[in-house]
């Protein structure tokens, strides 16, 4: 036995079960020296089995414990709050920004606590910039929360992603929630203004559900449905909506410009896309992530676009979970599809599009993957190390989501073995993030 030299403030984290994500599978006996200074791992080793560990007063001990790096939720907007509560217009539009604001601060704690240490915020919302200001508030310590790399406003075309009212002659105000852009040196300007506004991300909406008027629904109690509208879904798989179907926003040089643009200024890029023709699109720009993706790309060359170009699907599962009626067979479709995927090779980022149902339950989109067939160490590596490089990669100025000297100290314990029962998923006992716990034992600490 051999006592370890220390610096004065570095402490270590001893484990015996510990994912890794870079071999993706569980490890022994491994122990992690992290300096709180900096909140970096500064050593990662392997004790011998029969080691006889010298417990210093400031290590913690996470043996018996289930250890994986900080999750990453790699969609997020933490200005939104379950649909069920209220809907997107409401929210948008009737909600103060000083509520938003407050429930985004409640948001950032609870999302913290179940353990995500990273949020990839896709959009404010209708609520500007403020995501900026909130990642800010984070980092200079006033309020507890993941980590965020935010996009502003994302980009759409004209017209292509607003609030949308029949009585435009003085009707309600309502919030922008897209900047918009159109044609090669708008859409270059377009990214200018978010990267000046502050974004870690750029995102785009590559295809959107943008003739909302042509066929309006019902937007106030008593109004009238119009008389034989297309129908809300059709196709074998129940996936295209007619009445409102997705349709491109942009056309293809406008996607390489912004992704040319934004990678110029080293910022990853994120595009909505529904639609296989919106996918492949995007994909063949070069973005860094395809969010959604939940119609058929069976017979398209969608997923080979992906994969070629080593772009990351975020399939947000969990929302259409949330959002699909019960018994809805679109479910499925999208669980085959992701699985699909993986067999093929496309690589996978889990992002629940977390805050349009409850943050904090981010851990959803997890075992949505698991139950598509995707095996649990893949899962893992979704939700950590494919969810940095989601953020950018070193882009993004830290590296989190696996354990390597100059990695962020970002360590998450599980109370219980997660091969044998996903259920520890959900029993985080323990939170650390930049070398600063924040959980311990399942109880809250150091909150501000
Ligand atoms: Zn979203």
Redesign the pocket.
């Known amino acids: 036995m051999s006592l370890k030299l220390k610096t004065r403030d570095t402490f270590t984290i001893h484990t015996d079960c510990l994912f890794d994500p870079k071999q993706k599978k569980f490890v022994k006996d491994t122990s992690i020296d992290v300096n709180p200074t900096t909140g970096l791992i500064t050593k990662v080793y392997q004790r011998e089995t029969d080691y006889e560990i010298v417990i210093a007063s400031n290590d913690i001990d996470l043996r018996g414990k289930c250890v994986l790096p900080g999750l990453v939720d790699a969609?997020?907007?933490i200005f939104l709050h379950s649909y069920k509560e209220a809907s997107s217009i409401y929210q948008m539009r009737d909600e103060s920004i000083i509520e938003r604001t407050i429930r985004a601060t409640n948001h950032c704690r609870t999302a913290l606590l179940a353990g995500y240490t990273t949020y990839r915020d896709?959009?404010t919302e209708g609520a500007q910039d403020a995501d900026v200001h909130v990642r800010d508030a984070v980092n200079r310590g006033l309020i507890p929360g993941p980590r965020i790399f935010c996009a502003t406003e994302c980009l759409a075309s004209s017209g292509g992603y607003e609030v949308r009212q029949e009585n435009v002659i003085g009707g309600t105000f309502t919030p922008r929630i897209s900047d918009p852009c159109d044609g090669v040196p708008g859409v270059r300007a377009g990214v200018r203004r978010r990267l000046a506004a502050g974004a870690d991300i750029i995102k785009f909406y590559a295809d959107y559900r943008k003739r909302t008027l042509r066929f309006p629904a019902p937007a106030y109690p008593g109004c009238p449905d119009i008389h034989f509208p297309p129908p809300e879904t059709s196709g074998p798989s129940g996936i295209y909506n007619q009445r409102n179907p997705n349709l491109l926003l942009f056309r293809q040089d406008e996607m390489d410009e912004m992704v040319q643009e934004a990678k110029a200024a080293r910022a990853p890029v994120a595009a909505?896309a529904q639609s296989a023709e919106a996918v492949m699109m995007a994909a063949r720009a070069g973005v860094t992530t395809i969010?959604h993706g939940p119609e058929p790309m069976d017979g398209t060359d969608a997923m080979a676009m992906m994969k070629k170009n080593g772009v990351i699907w975020v399939p947000?599962i969990a929302?259409f979970d949330s959002e699909l009626p019960p018994g809805d067979e679109r479910r499925s479709h999208i669980l085959k599809q992701v699985k699909t995927a993986y067999d093929y090779g496309v690589k996978l980022a889990c992002g629940g599009?977390t805050?349009?149902f409850p943050h904090g339950e981010n851990v959803r989109e997890m075992e949505l993957m698991l139950k598509a067939g995707v095996p649990l160490e893949e899962v893992l590596l979704a939700a950590t190390l494919t969810g940095w490089e989601a953020c950018g990669g070193d882009w993004c100025g830290k590296r989190f989501g696996w354990w390597e000297e100059g990695c962020a100290a970002d360590i998450v314990a599980l109370d219980g073995d997660v091969r044998e029962d996903v259920g520890a998923l959900r029993r985080v006992g323990f939170v650390m993030k930049d070398g600063r716990v924040w959980k311990r034992e399942g109880v809250a600490v150091g909150m501000v």
Do not use: K, R
Request: proline content about 0%; hydrophobic content about 25%; aromatic content about 0%.
């Open positions: 969609h997020t907007h896709l959009g909505h969010e947000t929302v599009d805050g349009a």
